[in-house]
């Protein structure tokens, strides 16, 4: 079993920045990515970011290309999502999620995805 612990939300005025962090516990995979989506309500969960753990690839969602940047940390079991330039449209609750058997194409997508954080709730203000 994976369990996903996300932090880092908050609320911040428009233009400004936030970090999430997502700690991994328990198992690991050969072949397994994470990700970051966000929904907001009323609205279906959308795709922020994804990376592979082994060779670091990444992949954004076209609404946070140059604002956001997720990385991870392999010693600490923590993946990130550094957001700048936030806007009131960017307000959500994150989550977290793992793919411990991707293929091409197939981070964009939440059914994807085997294991889900909590969330944490970002609220941008104008």
């Known amino acids: 079993q994976v369990q996903l612990v996300e932090s880092g939300g908050g609320l911040v005025q428009a233009g400004g920045s936030l970090r999430l962090s997502c700690v991994i516990s328990g198992r690991t995979f050969s072949n397994w990515a994470m990700g970051w989506f966000r929904q907001a309500p009323g609205k279906e969960r959308e795709f922020i970011a994804a990376?592979?753990?082994?060779?670091?690839?990444?992949d954004y969602g076209d609404s946070v290309k140059g604002r956001f940047t997720i990385s991870r940390d392999k010693a600490k079991n923590t993946v990130y999502l550094q957001m700048n330039s936030l806007k009131p449209e960017d307000t959500a609750v994150y989550y977290c999620a793992a793919s411990t058997n991707y293929f091409s194409g197939s981070l964009y997508y939440p059914k994807s995805y085997e294991y889900w954080g909590q969330g944490t709730q970002v609220t941008v203000s104008s």
């Open positions: 990376i592979r753990w082994s060779g670091g690839r990444t």
